[in-house]
């Protein structure tokens, strides 16, 4: 009786890894769709209305982590009327599903943001926004072949493990 319940209590811990290591890609791939729904927002926002970053990052949008980037930019906006990039790069870091290249190209892309006129702006907002649907198209495709892999992994081992200790 004490094997089962020990078998079933490794295959719930292998399967809550697998989970864990699937979700890392999965919540790559929405990190990118929200930072390109970002940047067609931005370019609207800024080039047709040509709104202050303040009111267009006060707009509550995307996932948590992308809302947790935006609230930590608007409140330095509101207190220091520009984006440290040492607040900016504390935020960052709390994204470990990230590569430090897609980190830096984030900074980047966001301590670029007011230090233009509006048509240059503009130009480079479609620039990033490029480069960030080529990182999404990436992660989708890492998030099907490999998130999907270490959750299934996570249930064949902890079956494994439940056939074992039987």
């Known amino acids: 009786m004490i094997n089962v319940v020990l078998g079933c209590v490794l295959l719930g811990i292998a399967s809550y890894i697998g989970y864990q290591l699937g979700n890392v890609y999965r919540r790559r791939q929405m990190f990118f769709e929200d930072i390109v729904v970002f940047c067609v927002l931005l370019e609207s926002e800024v080039g047709l209305f040509q ?64 230090r233009l006129d509006v048509d240059e702006q503009v130009s480079k907002i479609k620039r990033f926004r490029q480069a960030f649907e080529q990182r999404l198209s990436g992660a989708k495709t890492d998030n099907k072949k490999k998130g999907g892999l ?8 902890g079956v494994l493990c439940l056939i074992l200790v039987i």
């Open 150 to 157: 270490y959750t299934k992994m996570g249930v064949i081992v």
């Open 51 to 114: 709104n202050s970053l303040p009111e267009v990052f006060g707009k509550p949008m995307g996932r948590k982590d992308w809302q947790m980037i935006l609230a930590g930019c608007s409140n330095e906006l509101k207190q220091n009327n520009q984006i440290s990039a040492e607040a900016l790069n504390s935020a960052l870091a709390k994204l470990t599903h990230l590569s430090a290249g897609e980190i830096d190209q984030i900074g980047d892309f966001i301590l670029s943001l007011g």
